[in-house]
């Protein structure tokens, strides 16, 4: 085991027996067999024991979109939350431990939070070229990207409750019911479909029905 393991397994089990704020960097560094100085090469603060790096996740992330055409926008999303999802899945009780820590000590969900709006953040980014909006005024973007937090964190918090055991397949499921909800918000086509204005006109319909076919048809504008 590395000292960065030993380190972060001495802090989780001292969280658990004796309280975060009660646990000092000296007690974890101890615990773990190490100086001091060993453990602030490895972290920042005590703080820093108890999250993991999202930067891997987040270039990971932020490539499995880049790779990704606009029209896939959806699946897209769907694989690069499934990333986050699967690095609280590999931590197991880890996971588990940060997650009793973090209901109960407000500075700890603060940072935990934050974290997951930066995902959220590259979603609504990658979003935001599917739906063709501007920066500033992107809500449908928005409003997807935080569809796909909030079904990841539902499914998220399930399993750290251990209230599931297939995560992956729950994780599907509530990616399926953000894709059906937002399906109105996918850009239209203007090949598909038709659009009708009824309006009244005097005129005899045999003769406003052949120029209506070819207004929709594309060839000229429907008559006045």
Do not use: C
Not at 99 to 113: A, D, F, H
């Amino acid at each position: 085991m590395s000292r960065t393991a030993r380190l972060r397994e001495a802090a989780f089990e001292l969280f658990e027996q004796q309280g975060y704020d009660a646990t000092t960097v000296e007690a974890i560094a101890e615990r773990a067999g190490v100086g001091r100085t060993t453990f602030f090469r490895a972290f920042g603060s005590k703080e820093d024991v108890i999250f993991p790096d999202h930067t891997d996740v987040l270039a990971r992330v932020r490539e499995r979109l880049a790779s990704s055409p606009v029209e896939e926008t959806p699946a897209a999303v769907t694989e690069a939350a499934r990333l986050v999802l699967r690095r609280y899945l590999d931590e197991g009780d880890v996971a588990r431990a940060r997650y009793r820590l973090t209901r109960t000590i407000p500075p700890l969900r603060s940072r935990e939070i934050a974290h997951l709006q930066q995902y959220q953040r590259e979603f609504r980014e990658f979003i935001r070229r599917w739906t063709g909006e501007d920066a500033g005024a992107d809500l449908r973007a928005e409003l997807m990207a935080s569809s796909v937090v909030v079904a990841h964190n539902h499914v998220l918090r399930r399993w750290l409750r251990g209230l599931s055991e297939l995560p992956e397949a729950e994780f599907d499921a509530a990616m399926a019911q953000v894709r059906r909800t937002h399906a109105p918000l996918s850009p239209a086509d203007p090949a598909a479909g038709t659009t009708v204005l009824v309006l009244r006109t005097p005129d005899d319909p045999d003769q406003v029905l052949p120029a209506l076919r070819r207004a929709l048809a594309g060839n000229e504008p429907a008559p006045d």
